[in-house]
């Protein structure tokens, strides 16, 4: 099955400063790659996220690439705030029959200082 | 609309009671998933159904039962409850087996098992 690596486990940056967070993944059928964040205590939600026919997708303040070669993609939050302070996954769908399935990576829990 | 809904939002179980944790959602969708989150180890999937009427196994499926009662409400069912379930149960729902979409959360259980 589908297995999705994503480091660093932790992030600490100072407010304004840019954060890169960083997944791998195994299934080459994968074509699906969402990102999550979830606040103490609150559910996951959708960030943004990639399908594998493009190669970056960027909304305000946060981009995502992806190298389906490599198999690897990136989170990417510029001018850090202290609001983006949360933990953060990646996931991937798994591929085959089963595409709405998603693997998530371990998370990487950012910290924003002000 | 409430999106996904969870039933309840905590609960204790000493060793070797039996539970059921409720889920529904109101969006139309598809299919449902049943995650656990534990420190340091992401989401992981214990359960879905791609649609109504059909369940299948995920990555941790030992100590579970799942029903899908109709399009809205899948179930989670701890026979025997044991302290390493001790965790926190997310449900979610998305639109599609088959096509890379987002999934929806619902607020989660926190469930401990003394």
């Known amino acids: 099955g589908e297995n999705v690596e994503q480091h660093p486990s932790t992030l600490s940056v100072q407010e304004g400063d840019s954060a890169v967070i960083k997944c791998t993944y195994s299934?080459?059928?994968?074509?699906?790659f969402p990102w999550y964040k979830q606040e103490l205590g609150k559910r996951p939600q959708l960030i943004i996220d990639i399908r594998s026919n493009v190669g970056e997708k960027k909304d305000q303040r946060i981009a995502v690439t992806l190298n389906k070669t490599a198999k690897h993609f990136s989170l990417h939050i510029t001018e850090t705030q202290p609001e983006d302070s949360a933990v953060y996954f990646c996931a991937a769908n798994a591929g085959g029959t089963s595409y709405g399935k998603l693997t998530f990576g371990q998370g990487t829990i950012l910290t924003v200082h002000p | 609309n409430a999106g996904v809904t969870q039933t309840p939002k905590f609960q204790v179980l000493k060793t070797g009671q039996s539970m059921t944790l409720q889920c529904a959602q109101d969006m139309n969708h598809n299919s449902m998933y049943w995650y656990r989150q534990d420190p340091g180890m992401g989401l992981r999937l214990i359960y879905y159904?791609?649609?109504?009427?059909?369940?299948d196994k995920g990555e941790v499926p030992n100590g579970y039962n799942v029903s899908r009662l109709n399009k809205r409400e899948f179930s989670l069912r701890l026979e025997s409850a044991a302290p390493s379930q001790t965790s926190v149960y997310f449900c979610?729902?998305?639109?599609?087996?088959?096509?890379?979409?987002?999934?929806?959360f619902g607020q989660g259980t926190r469930l401990t098992v003394v």
């Open positions: 159904s791609a649609s109504e009427g059909t369940t």
């Open positions: 299934d080459s059928a994968s074509n699906y």
């Open positions: 979610a729902s998305s639109e599609a087996l088959g096509l890379g979409t987002e999934a929806f």
